[in-house]
């Protein structure tokens, strides 16, 4: 017979998905796209010439400047092919790419100085931007043409990466090899800087300029990146070949982003789709993804900086979205220092990604992450996990290479205080996936459990089930797990609180749940039927089978 007390954790479990539930019937939040005068400059008036060869980052950058100084408008990227530098966007400007028109940013690495940026929730010297803008207001990016970031020059590549014609062409074309044979750098200069201190760019008193020239080819450019900017709409254009991250609002509010295709070769590492860093009122729909690394990646700056920045990523809709290659379909984190909140994401399919739905950080970040809601996710063909929440980030790539071996995290306690991260109040149903390497991932630390999580409504596919570590109050409901491994179907480490209603399973499996670790506690299992199974538990490593209660 269940106690009260555990009657009562119970109901809380049970209210709270009710009222998570009724979150979507509120009203979503409120986001305001910018509005434009007709007044419309094309860049040829302005000198630029479009047959990939001239540099027109003067003609450009000048049709901004007249046309922003006259009250704004639309600046004109006709079709051709328009070599260029770096461009800055002004206030009430709509810079609008035509079909047909390609918008090249040269392989000419000294068109780009050295600037003070933000780089992995850190402040740090960058290149300049291909695309920026700084406290401005009502811009834009429209049209249907594409802009390419041309970041082959800059990335280095891993060779488990390319096919061996690929890697010998790679290695030809110049560059460095280093000594293991595994990795092709774009220069010397770039090869020691990624071997010595993490964080070469970020900005130290002791670091000088000379410092930073040094490293220059190291310090690779987001695509495009606002700071501190308002209403800003990017519609209907392609973004492709960043050098690094490809799109970055950074501390800015009522962002549109709608009808996009970000474009990135899978092995581009740190080739994110967009990063939505410590920005309020965002809009992204309509939009699709196949990229290097996470794709719609939701971030508030890193450990000490962010806590101290305290800008959460907040009142967030993603909806209506494709991610094909990428590190993680939608993902809060790693940085996530500032927090996270109030996030609204639904009707987004997921086709061969490393993991769907990732949420990670680790030790040291701090942030809350809460009250997000997620619904009508589809999946196939995903590498690792379909869903994953995990407290041991350790910035490795979501599969390991061939080869690469990967020790777990030692478990222990640590203090709690400002550097120790929270994820919690999740709410994610109607979710389907045709096949992954695992169903379900939860990883808590000890001493803060990934918590009040409700999954509901789902049909997972996956060579194994589901895996609950440090975690407390889940709710798992009209779960569907058909792993291929059924030894266990579901497998719990240290967690309470949990509830298992109307878990389906095929008929067959080896084993149904095992519990271990003495903090197990308080797991109801309700509304499932054990008799299509081998074996129904195993308790071990000090777990209570009585705190397994059906």
């Known amino acids: 017979m269940l106690s009260f007390k555990k009657i009562s954790s119970l109901a809380v ?45 003067k003609a450009i950058n000048n049709a901004i400047e007249t046309l922003a100084k006259r009250g704004g408008g639309v600046v004109l990227v006709p079709a051709g092919l328009w070599l260029t530098g770096p461009i800055v966007l002004k206030s009430n400007i709509n810079l ?31 290149n300049q931007s291909p695309i920026s803008a700084t406290d401005a207001s009502n811009i834009a990016i429209t049209g249907k043409g594409i802009i390419d970031g041309n970041g ?35 220069s010397e200069a770039f090869m020691k800087a990624s071997k010595g201190p993490a964080n070469p760019g970020e900005i130290k008193p002791e670091r000088d300029a000379a410092y930073f020239e040094n490293i220059k080819d190291f ?24 050098a690094a991250w490809c799109l970055h609002p950074l501390m ?20 994110d789709g967009i990063d939505v860093e410590s920005c309020s009122n965002v809009l992204i729909e309509n939009s699709t993804f196949d990229v290097g690394d996470d794709a719609l990646c939701m971030k508030s700056g890193r450990d000490e900086a962010g806590r101290k920045r305290g800008m959460p990523t907040q009142n967030v809709i993603i909806r209506n979205c494709t991610v094909y290659a990428s590190h993680g379909g939608f993902v809060i984190g790693s940085e996530m220092s500032g927090g996270a909140r109030n996030m609204y994401i639904s009707n987004c399919t997921f086709i061969g990604t490393d993991i769907g739905l990732r949420f990670k950080t680790t030790r040291g970040r701090g942030g809350v992450v809460e009250n997000i809601f997620i619904k009508d996710i589809y999946m196939k063909d995903i590498a690792a996990e379909a869903i994953l929440f995990d407290m041991y ?57 990934v918590k009040d999580i409700v999954l509901e409504n789902m049909v997972l596919q996956a060579d194994k089930g589901i895996d609950v570590q440090e975690a407390s109050n889940i709710t798992f409901r009209n779960i569907t797990i058909i792993p291929a491994d059924t030894n266990p179907v579901v497998d719990i480490i240290n967690s309470d609180n949990l509830v298992f209603d109307n878990l389906k399973y095929k008929e067959g499996s080896q084993l149904l749940f095992r519990a271990a670790g003495e903090r197990t506690k308080n797991i109801l299992i309700k509304n499932t039927d054990a008799s299509k199974v081998k074996e129904k538990l195993v308790s071990e490593f000090g777990a209570d089978a009585k705190q397994i209660n059906w």
Not at 108 to 119: F, G, I, M, T
Not at 223 to 237: D, Q, R, S
Not at 256 to 271: D, L, S
Not at 394 to 422: I, S, Y
Request: net charge positive; aromatic share 10%.
């Open 13 to 57: 479990l049970l209210l709270a998905a009710f009222a998570a539930t009724a979150q979507w019937n509120k009203k979503l939040p409120v986001v305001i796209s910018p509005k434009f005068k007709k007044d419309t400059v094309s860049i040829v008036k302005f000198g630029a010439v479009p047959d990939g060869n001239t540099i027109n980052t």
């Open 252 to 271: 800015s509010e009522h962002l549109t982003v709608r009808n996009i295709f970000v474009k990135n070769p899978w092995y581009a590492q740190n080739g």
């Open 96 to 126: 609008h790419i035509a079909a047909s028109a390609t918008l090249l940013f040269t392989a000419d690495k000294s068109q780009y100085p050295l600037v003070k940026a933000n780089w992995e929730g850190l402040p740090q010297m960058r």
């Open 219 to 242: 310090l690779r450019p987001n695509l495009f990146i606002v700071t501190n900017c308002k209403y800003i709409l990017l519609e209907g254009v392609t973004f492709q070949n960043s």
């Open 152 to 186: 082959d020059v800059w990335r280095s590549v891993k060779s488990d990466k390319l096919t061996a014609g690929q890697w010998k062409k790679l290695v030809a074309s110049g560059g460095v090899v280093s000594e293991d044979k595994k990795t092709w750098y774009p």
């Open 393 to 449: 980030y350790m910035a490795k790539d979501p599969v390991p290479l061939l080869g690469e071996k990967r020790e777990l995290p030692k478990v222990e306690f640590k203090p709690v205080d400002e550097t120790t991260p929270v994820f919690k109040n999740f709410h994610i149903s109607n979710v389907y996936c045709n096949g992954a390497e695992k169903g379900i991932f939860l990883r808590g630390v000890p001493e803060m459990h």
